[in-house]
């Protein structure tokens, strides 16, 4: 049974099934709140918990779906090669919006950080949450976070983004289908951009050059902040 369970294949296998298990709610109940991800990882730690089988073991297979996560990255470009138009007419407002999210998100993290009382290690961990996991882990190395704690908050703040996009966007009047992309890409990285393909191609692709753009944005922009407040 142990060599089963520190197999690489009982880590995927148990994500791949969590993640199904996700899609099928998904599908039958159409409510936004049901997001796969999410559902997975509910699965994936109460099976944990209640087997008492270690992280470390589901850590081994898991591993092999987390080198996918560079690639699957790569492929949103296809959705944004077919909105170049869009693209050269918008690039202008399109870096702003881009660059200013990032700057909100780092500010937010900090000042509530200094609100709450957390510590520095934390706030640091914090700063690259809306950015993908790639870089997200090495940005948060390099300004002295810790990244188990950066990849929970990525993960976090993807699937609050995935989930809420259309509620947010509704409430503030966000009708503009490149204006509802870059928001939500930058704001919620690839998780949300899952949300925003299904909400419009457009906005699938803005969402997906947020990502890019934000990631680099954030590796430069975080560290020269964190040298000049700290």
Known sequence: MNAI???PLFGIFLTLAAFE?????????????????LIALILIVGFLYITGISYESYKVGGDYIS???????????????????????HWFPI??????????????????????GLSETLMLSLLPKSITIPMGSVVSEQIGGI???????????????????????????IKNKVAQGI??????????????????????????LSIGIAGVFTA???????NWII
């Open 67 to 89: 080198i996918l996560l560079g690639p699957a990255t790569v492929v949103l470009a296809v959705p944004l090669y077919r909105q170049l138009v869009n693209l050269k007419k």
């Open 147 to 173: 990244p188990s704690i950066t990849i929970i908050s990525i993960v976090i703040t993807g699937i609050t983004g995935a989930v809420t996009a259309s509620v947010v966007c509704k409430f503030f009047h």
């Open 21 to 37: 298990v996700g899609v099928l709610l998904n599908k039958k109940f159409k409510y936004s709140l049901l997001n796969p991800l």
């Open 5 to 7: 369970i520190n197999s």
């Open 183 to 208: 928001a939500i890409g930058t704001a919620s990285h690839a998780l949300g951009t899952t949300r925003a393909m299904e909400i419009g191609e457009t906005q699938g692709a803005m969402s997906s």
């Open 220 to 226: 430069v922009v975080a560290p020269l902040i964190i």
């Open 95 to 116: 870096l702003m919006g881009i660059a200013i999210g990032s700057l909100t998100s780092i500010s937010c993290v900090m000042i509530s950080s200094k609100i709450i």
